[in-house]
T-cell receptor, first 114, second 116 residues
Framework: DAKTTQPPSMDCAEGRAANLPCNHS???????VYWYRQIHSQGPQYIIH???NNETNEMASLIITEDRKSSTLILPHATLRDTAVYYC???????????????FGRGTQLTVWP | NAGVMQNPRHLVRRRGQEARLRCSPM?????VYWYRQLPEEGLKFMVY????????ESGMPKERFSAEFPKEGPSILRIQQVVRGDSAAYFC??????????????FGDGTRLSIL
């Protein structure tokens, strides 16, 4: 079952920051928030993940609210190649073997326009 | 620095034939995951394997589908007696260790299976 809620689509002008929101109000204290994206016809690409603190890497920044009920993925300077479906994923709870799976919901279709 | 390699990229089979999809994980990775993406849908987890062991196959259809990850060689997803509904993109991912909550899975570019 989906534990995250994302808007179905967003758009952004090239060169501007893209801010993609995600709600995960039922997240547990030890669950990580992951972001992936899928460019058309390619495999999902890992972007970033975090637990409590904000995280930044060469691709993006992840801002997690203090209560951890929502997060925002920030692409600081969007390019046309950032057009993709972005997935916010909370690792499925449960013990043992089920830790392996990722649940991909519908994600957010981000369109970057020139 | 090879990523996850899947082959073939495209596979066409007639109904009733067998399909074999191969996945070589990233170097040093011993955990493999298979996902299926039906047209216009999101990815659905199928199976999680470690070397020579199936850890979680709860997402796999009960019949016709099997997966293995032998000690040597790639992971294989096998679909017997394929039907039109098996047409989909099949993605493989790998990770290094058994710390799935903290560690990302890295995906290949998938195999597009078409059933005639």
């Amino acid at each position: 079952d989906a534990k995250t809620t994302q808007p179905p689509s967003m758009d952004c002008a090239e060169g501007r920051a893209a801010n993609l929101p995600c709600n995960h109000s039922t997240i547990s204290g030890n669950e990580y928030v992951y972001w992936y994206r899928q460019i058309h016809s390619q495999g999902p690409q890992y972007i970033i993940h975090g637990l409590k603190n904000n995280e930044t890497n060469e691709m993006a920044s992840l801002i997690i609210t203090e209560d951890r009920k929502s997060s925002t993925l920030i692409l600081p300077h969007a390019t046309l190649r950032d057009t993709a479906v972005y997935y916010c994923i909370v690792r499925t709870p449960g013990g043992g073997s089920t830790l392996g799976r990722l649940y991909f919901g519908r994600g957010t279709q981000l369109t970057v326009w020139p | 620095n090879a990523g996850v390699m899947q082959n073939p990229r495209h596979l066409v089979r007639r109904r009733g034939q067998e399909a074999r999809l191969r996945c070589s994980p990233m170097k040093g990775h011993s955990h493999v995951y298979w996902y299926r993406q039906l047209p216009e849908e999101g990815l659905k987890f199928m199976v999680y394997l470690q070397k020579e062991n199936i850890i979680d196959e709860s997402g796999m259809p009960k019949e016709r589908f099997s997966a293995e990850f032998p000690k040597e060689g790639p992971s294989i997803l096998r679909i017997q007696q394929v039907v039109r509904g098996d047409s989909a993109a099949y993605f493989c991912a790998s990770s290094q260790s058994g710390q799935p909550r903290r560690e990302a899975q890295h995906f290949g570019d998938g195999t597009r299976l078409s059933i005639l």
